[in-house]
């Protein structure tokens, strides 16, 4: 069981960039899978959150508006398209699995209910 996100890099603040969050070793059409980000000194906050179906999505009130999150369950792939970035956006961002049904709201957000991590991808948004 594998979990890669990549798409990281450099952006001026107002600008666009899209994270892919890839799985190996499972079908992940068979699971939700959520994004998280953690920027420096600071904990694990929850970002976005989508079905395994992608009929339901959540966002963190900070990115509500900016990021949308969606799937390509044929190509087991996630992804997490972030717009009018702000510096403080700036963070590694990781995409988890979450391994039962959909959680109750606000529960998609706790690093704890996942059960498995990608490596990061570092988004750094600065001019």
């Known amino acids: 069981v594998q979990l890669q996100a990549s798409g990281g890099g450099l952006v001026q603040p107002g600008g666009s960039l899209r994270l892919s969050c890839a799985a190996s070793?499972?079908?992940?059409?068979?699971?939700?899978i959520g994004w998280f980000r953690q920027a420096p000194g600071k904990g694990r906050e929850g970002v976005s959150y989508?079905?395994?179906?992608?009929?339901?999505?959540f966002y963190s009130a900070s990115v509500k508006g900016r990021f949308t999150v969606s799937r390509e369950n044929a190509k087991d792939t996630v992804y997490l398209q972030m717009n009018s970035l702000k510096p403080w956006d700036t963070a590694v961002y990781y995409c988890?699995?979450?391994?039962?049904?959909?959680?109750?709201?606000?529960?998609?957000?706790?690093?704890?209910?996942?059960?498995?991590w990608g490596q990061g991808t570092l988004v750094t948004v600065s001019s």
């Open positions: 988890a699995r979450y391994p039962g049904s959909n959680p109750i709201a606000g529960l998609w957000a706790a690093p704890s209910q996942y059960d498995s």
């Open positions: 070793g499972f079908s992940i059409g068979n699971y939700g």
């Open positions: 989508i079905s395994s179906s992608g009929g339901r999505t």
